[in-house]
């Protein structure tokens, strides 16, 4: 069984298939245009999520950090701790009370 082909037939019929070559390099060009804009894209993405771990890395030190300082801030407003502060940095002491003088106001 012998097959033959007739080559410049088939030829002829891949002919309506044929792409010109500016149309070729047209859309290579824009091919390499997506993958650029997309590589691009996902670089931007990667370095946008590194830039968020480190806004929340700073968020949960400052968080700490403001825990602290509400915990000092109520440490030094205790009564006791602002009696003992005033006898040592300005010599106040308790009020006696035969020092006590009532002031009336006269109408």
Do not use: H
Request: aromatic letters at 4%.
């Amino acid at each position: 069984m012998a097959v033959c082909l007739d080559y410049q037939n088939v030829y002829q019929q891949r002919s309506w298939f044929e792409v010109p070559s500016k149309i070729q390099v047209l859309l290579l060009l824009t091919l390499m245009a997506v993958l650029v804009l997309k590589v691009t894209l996902r670089v931007q993405a990667t370095d946008l999520g590194y830039r968020l771990a480190e806004e929340r890395k700073r968020t949960i030190a400052l968080d700490m950090e403001r825990r602290d300082l509400e915990l000092q801030l109520s440490v030094l407003l205790r009564p006791d701790a602002l009696a003992r502060a005033a006898r040592e940095r300005i010599g106040l002491v308790p009020l006696n009370p035969a020092q006590a003088r009532r002031i009336v106001e006269n109408r």
